[in-house]
């Protein structure tokens, strides 16, 4: 819990300076997450569907539509531009 002289939205052991401190565990977990999932031979496509639908409900807890929607157009802004297209060294074009 903070100590209360956080301002509001700002989590605890949140550095101004950069992402929040879990965030490297948060991502880990996911990691894990799709991982096992994969070992399960559940499809890429149904594993980044799942993750996508569980990440929009969680922005939804503390953004407003017109936030998310932001979040999704920078998203969609990065793929139009290529930025994911090389990461596995691939192309799916």
Do not use: C, F, W
């Not at 903070?2 to 700002?10: I, K, R, V």
């Not at 991982?35 to 980044?48: F, K, N, P």
């Not at 969680?58 to 990461?87: T, Y």
């Amino acid at each position: 819990m903070g100590s209360g002289a956080e301002p509001p939205g700002h989590e605890e052991g949140q550095n101004d300076a950069g992402p929040p401190a879990d965030l490297s565990h948060a991502g880990a977990v996911v990691d894990k997450a799709i991982e096992y999932m994969a070992g399960q031979h559940i499809s890429d496509l149904a594993i980044a569907s799942a993750l996508l639908g569980g990440a929009i409900g969680m922005l939804s807890r503390s953004l407003g539509d017109q936030a998310i929607i932001g979040v999704l157009e920078n998203a969609i802004s990065s793929v139009r531009a290529g930025e994911l297209r090389h990461i596995d060294g691939t192309s799916r074009a």
